[in-house]
């Protein structure tokens, strides 16, 4: 089935965001293209940690890089990876929602 490549490459992607400290990169590069160390300084972590994160993000085509003198900016690639986050963040709300529910039938 070909189809199972294009689930490969989605599931890639999927993995490729689905860690806490990319996701604050993504929130925190939803303001504009960002240099490694202000993206560390953001998410509070050491430079060389999120380097790694932002690495496997530009591999997997999240993200896009770019030098400029001695600084490597980044940016979102594809702004749909921000609307997923947020999709991300209704399915948390909503199920926060039905266990306030279950809380009030105890």
Do not use: W
């Amino acid at each position: 089935m070909k189809k199972i490549m294009v689930y490969e490459k989605q599931a890639e992607i999927a993995r490729a965001i689905a860690h806490p400290l990319r996701m604050a990169v993504l929130d925190y590069l939803r303001g504009g293209p960002q240099c490694v160390c202000d993206i560390a300084k953001a998410v509070g972590s050491e430079r060389s940690n999120v380097s790694k994160h932002l690495s496997i993000m530009v591999s997997a085509g999240v993200l896009e890089s770019q030098k400029k003198g001695l600084q490597v900016i980044y940016k979102v690639r594809t702004p749909c990876v921000l609307r997923f986050v947020d999709c991300l963040t209704d399915c948390l709300k909503e199920k926060a929602i039905q266990e306030q529910r279950i809380l009030k039938m105890m």
